[in-house]
């Protein structure tokens, strides 16, 4: 990606924090469909297509909604506060029933699945608010993002302390006792000890500093530099969308504007409405 104030190079897919040979050994319902999707170059990696549906018996929140992410990119999804961004992510994540639409991951359509055994096919889910068990320790909260895995988890935990150096330091403190900033590098480091393909981020940065704003978008980038997908919702709109592949602005659960993040940022319409002029 270019042009944005982080200079970053989507050169560099090393693959450090993702294990994309990870096969799923979960089971699938009898009367779910496995067939594989056609999937060519041109298609996303993730995607969220046509989405219809609300929560329980209430009435729809999105309305052919459709969000996708190719592989190490970030897709960013804006819009003004009930537009349906958050409902969206859940969607993805099978928290809601979609009544119309599907949601297929590298070429499988996993409409059907719990969000317990999408973990299992590589996504990962970072909600807003309850994201750390506060009681527990930060490593005592990686560990539990392992839950999954039965091999060493050793290197990864390791990689994760590379990426936000204060959790070494502060390893064996309740998390529960860290700043809002310092909960949210628990948060993702837990999700990325799944070895995630996609990692889903429900407005990271809400509630915490200006400089530790940037400071955790410096980390996004890094993470989607090795390969992993990021799929965010943000509320810090203009400050997401430079450092975004792809993005999405919802209206009242529908797609009104689908560009690149520098196109967005750019057009006139997406600054007086939603960006603040």
Known sequence: MSDNPYKDDRG????SVTDPSKASTIEVDPGQSAE???VGEDKPFLIGENM????????????????????????VIVGPNGAGKSTAMKAIFGMLNLRKGRVVIDGKDITRLSPQDRVAEGMAFVPQTHNIFTSMTVEENLEMGAFLRRD???????QVFELFPILRDKRKQAAGELSGGQRQQVAVGRALMTQPKVLMLDEPTAGVSPIVMD???DRIIEVARTGISIL????NARQALAI??????LVQGR???TDTGKALLADPEVRKSFLGG
């Open 232 to 235: 965010m919702v943000e509320q």
């Open 52 to 75: 219809t549906g609300g929560y329980g018996k209430g009435a729809d929140i999105l309305h052919d909604c459709t969000v996708s992410v190719n592989k190490g990119e970030i897709a």
């Open 255 to 257: 797609n009104r504007y």
């Open 12 to 15: 560099n897919k090393d693959l």
């Open 36 to 38: 594989p999707v056609p």
């Open 152 to 158: 060493d988890i050793s290197a990864t935990m390791e």
């Open 215 to 217: 400071e955790l978008f």
């Open 244 to 249: 975004a592949d792809k993005g999405y602005v």
